[in-house]
């Protein structure tokens, strides 16, 4: 899976870099099926969305903390 993590001004300011420090915590089974990128700004926060904001395999969320993400990470890769 591809996570595009939001580092853009408002992410940033917003606690983004937290997102991708959960990540890197999760056990290595998780780890294994996901490949981290940055993004600069997905231009979605000035509408419905709220940042910080991650893509995750062409999916939006908004709204992330560092326990949002792992949990939307852990049910997406199941217990393979």
């Known amino acids: ?11 940033h300011l917003l606690g ?6 959960a990540i890197n915590e999760l056990p290595e089974k998780y780890l294994n099926n996901v490949s981290i990128k940055y993004s600069t700004c997905f231009d979605v926060c000035h509408g419905q ?23 939307i990470i852990i049910a997406m890769v199941g217990d393979n």
Do not use: H
């Open 1 to 11: 899976m591809v996570i595009s993590i939001c580092v853009g001004t408002t992410c």
């Open 16 to 21: 983004s870099s937290s997102l991708v420090e």
């Open 49 to 71: 969305m709220k940042p910080p904001i991650a893509k995750i395999d062409d999916k939006l969320y908004d709204d992330l903390s560092p326990d949002k993400i792992k949990k």
